[in-house]
């Protein structure tokens, strides 16, 4: 199962205890930061995308999303999940991420947009038609000579 999976069941599940109780999560002891947190959720929802759109570059360049995340962000699995759990526990903190995570995503993306428009404004003058000058005559030459 991915990373996101699990991290929804668990998210799911700690959001039937929340609404019976008021801190039932403890705070883990090796609690990841909320902004390392924001980094984890970009770079998984970055790695959902490429999944399902490319898959076959994720495989040609042998990476594994999952361990992709814990190597880049020096964390195991298990530190993830109580995070992430710890987090879900705390729904304003735990909004406040994805909110962080989403305007990412749309910078990113606005970014990326803006790259391409230039890429393709660039291309366009590359293979415009170059228009010559008939003749080196000026107007008011070209003028007498009729």
Same mark, same amino acid.
């Given at each position: 199962? @991915?990373?996101?999976? +699990? ?15 008021? +801190?039932?999560?403890?705070? !883990? /002891? +090796?609690?990841? =930061? ?6 984890i959720f970009y770079d998984i929802a970055v790695l959902n $995308? $490429?999944?399902?759109? %490319? ?5 040609? +360049?042998?990476?594994? !999303? ?6 880049? #962000?020096?964390?195991? @699995? ?12 705390? !729904? %304003?903190? #735990? ?14 993306? $606005?970014l990326a947009d803006s790259l391409m428009r230039n890429k393709r404004t660039i =291309? ?11 003749? @080196?005559?000026? !107007?008011?030459?070209? @003028? /007498?000579?009729?």
């Open positions: 199962m @991915s990373i996101l999976k +699990n991290i929804l069941i668990v998210f799911g599940t700690v959001l039937l205890l929340v609404s019976c109780e008021t +801190n039932v999560v403890e705070k !883990p /002891e +090796n609690l990841i =930061e909320e902004d390392e947190m924001v980094a $995308a $490429a999944r399902s759109s %490319n898959v076959k570059v994720l495989r040609e +360049n042998e990476i594994q !999303p999952e361990e992709f995340i814990y190597e880049k #962000h020096k964390i195991d @699995s298990l530190q993830l999940a109580r995070s992430s759990v710890y987090y879900a526990s705390k !729904p %304003n903190i #735990h909004l406040r991420i994805f909110q962080r995570v989403e305007e990412r995503l749309k910078e990113e993306k $606005a =291309e366009m003058e590359k293979n415009a038609p170059v228009i010559k000058k008939n003749d @080196s005559l000026t !107007p008011a030459e070209l @003028s /007498e000579e009729d």
